[in-house]
Nanobody
Framework: VQLQASGGGLVQAGNSLRLSCAAS????????MGWFRQAPGKEREFVAA????????HYADSVKGRFTISRDVAKKTVYLQMNSLKPEDTASYYC???????????????????WGQGTQVTVSS
């Protein structure tokens, strides 16, 4: 599967952005889809995921209650709605897909097989 992320930009703190990840190839239902982010000088960190079986969602504590991951299977697109953005959310955001991810590994980047290019999100204070 090929992934194409978009929707990043420059916003003020408190505002919102919606990221999109368009997939080509197999159905999104065949994959657990995740969003990760990486700030300069920092390691890539888990943000959110939606499981292929049943579509349950999972979030990092730092974004819980502010970010929402969703998917449109017909459009083969995964979204990350980001509300109440903070300067510490500034990073490159990456979408990823994996077909055999167990729940305990859902936040682990090497568990994912496919990655899109990053889209930059910059939040000014």
């Amino acid at each position: 599967v090929q992934l194409q992320a978009s929707g990043g930009g420059l916003v003020q703190a408190g505002n919102s952005l919606r990221l999109s990840c368009a997939a080509s190839g197999r159905s999104l239902s065949d994959y657990t889809m995740g969003w990760f982010r990486q700030a300069p000088g920092k390691e890539r960190e888990f943000v959110a995921a939606i499981r292929r079986n049943g579509g349950s969602t999972h979030y990092a504590d730092s974004v819980k209650g502010r970010f929402t991951i969703s998917r449109d299977v017909a459009k083969k697109t995964v979204y990350l709605q980001m509300n109440s953005l903070k300067p510490e959310d500034t990073a490159s955001y990456y979408c990823a897909a994996g077909s055999r991810i167990i729940l305990s590994q859902i936040g682990v980047a090497p568990s994912y097989d496919y990655w899109g290019q990053g889209t930059q999100v910059t939040v000014s204070s």
